[in-house]
């Protein structure tokens, strides 16, 4: 994992690969054994050119009740490939994730992101118009159509735990 976020040019791949295995929970839905998909990014309901995709089978809050449900998953040619993309989309939405882009040292980087996950999961003021989800942030409106919020308002804190029991790993 390390070595794939390292080959993606990510900024902090130790953190990145850390990232993988907390929100994958160690990849227990199989996403990234069968479509390289290490962040559990969900497909966009309009698909681009050359998008694959794959159906799992995962448990969602549906009325305060976990179900299984049938969902589409982006496939990524590789972990390196997927590692791009979160990057990709983190400087699409710049006007959110600026801190994150801006952080000078890996524990910032995880801080940063998963605060604007747990804000972005918190707002209320969300509209469902079609395929996609239009959202307030500070004032401003944006448009989210792929992709999920963590939600967990330890996600940092793990995230940390893990780097600091591996970073030997690192080298």
Known sequence: ????????NHAFPEYAACEVANDSNWDEKGLIASANNIFSTRAPAKLGTNMQTVWITSK?????KMVDRLSTYMKFDSVADAFAARMKTLKQY???YRECLLADTGEEFVMQVSARWREMATITSSIVNGTQMVYEFMGKYYRFDGGRWAVDPQRAT???ALYEANKSLFV
Do not use: D
């Open 60 to 64: 969602q809050n549906v009325n305060g």
């Open 158 to 160: 793990k995230v940390l």
């Open 94 to 96: 710049r006007a959110i």
């Open 1 to 8: 994992m390390y070595s794939a976020a390292k080959s993606s």
